[in-house]
Nanobody, 123 residues
Framework: VQLQASGGGLVQAGGSLRLSCAAS????????IGWFRQAPGKEREFVAA????????QYTDSVKGRFTIFRDRAKNTVYLQMNSLSPEDTAVYYC?????????????????WGKGTQVTVSS
């Protein structure tokens, strides 16, 4: 199982980035995919998640209206479009999978985690 996150970088406040999570080694369509982030000195936190079909998504409150998660089943890839970035979004971003059904809150029981991609937003 591999989950490869990419697309991070340095961007000015107000800018945009699109992260990608390329999946392999498992049946992509059977899994919920989540994005999480960890800022220096802080615990890892949930950012966004999308269910197996792409029809259901969840976001943490701080990114609602700014970030969009979507998946391309043909490419086995989940994307996180991040707009109106602020320095508070600076973190290492990780993607992870879970066979759990996506409910009303963050996904539970993440199985595999990819290596993170660094996002740095300058003020």
């Amino acid at each position: 199982v591999q989950l490869q996150a990419s697309g991070g970088g340095l961007v000015q406040a107000g800018g945009s980035l699109r992260l990608s999570c390329a999946a392999s080694g498992f049946t992509f369509a059977d899994y919920t995919i989540g994005w999480f982030r960890q800022a220096p000195g802080k615990e890892r936190e949930f950012v966004a998640a999308i269910n197996w079909s792409g029809a259901s998504t969840q976001y943490t409150d701080s990114v609602k209206g700014r970030f969009t998660i979507f998946r391309d089943r043909a490419k086995n890839t989940v994307y996180l479009q991040m707009n109106s970035l602020s320095p508070e979004d600076t973190a290492v971003y990780y993607c992870a999978n879970t066979p759990s059904i996506l409910g009303l809150g963050p996904p539970a029981g993440m199985d595999y985690w990819g290596k993170g991609t660094q996002v740095t937003v300058s003020s």
